[in-house]
């Protein structure tokens, strides 16, 4: 069995490759903007879980991974020309949710910070005005 460092390695290379593949060698609309967003091989190089998004985000899963399994054969033979190992590992394809969890954290810390920084504004308001309506008495 390969070393966890060895894994590593093809797991890196197998996404780098993959994602140049999917980039320029792919000619199906339904992988237009697909990113490899992590690879996984399994100890006996048996299987390769390859995690992808799209900048669409969910609207798209079912498209990109029917593309994806359509093209699995081409894409592991061009891997497999490109990485030197015994046996190629099969390409098993994953939806990764991740980006958008990420851009919807996002969003909520934007409006946190724009809700955060507004009440500083409406306090200095409502100050201004306690001190206007006692100095008028």
């Known amino acids: 069995m390969p070393s966890s460092i060895r894994l590593k390695r093809i797991s890196d290379r ?11 060698g792919v000619q199906d609309p339904r992988l237009t903007g697909v990113q490899v967003t992590d690879v996984r091989v399994d100890r006996e190089l048996a299987f390769a879980d390859v995690f992808v998004s799209a900048v669409e985000g969910q609207a798209r899963k079912k498209e ?4 994806l399994e ?19 590992p099969r390409l098993r394809f994953h939806w990764d949710p991740t980006p958008e969890r990420a851009d919807h954290i996002e969003r909520l ?3 946190l ?7 500083p504004q409406a ?13 008028n008495e």
């Open 14 to 24: 197998i996404k780098e490759d993959l994602s140049e593949l999917l980039l320029k």
């Open 64 to 67: 990109v991974l029917s593309g």
């Open 70 to 88: 359509h093209a699995s054969g081409f894409l592991r033979s061009q891997l497999a020309a490109n990485i030197e190992l015994r046996t190629f």
């Open 109 to 111: 810390l934007a409006s």
């Open 113 to 119: 910070r724009n809700e955060a920084s507004s009440a």
């Open 123 to 135: 306090e200095e308001q409502a100050d201004d005005e306690t001190e206007d309506s006692a100095g």
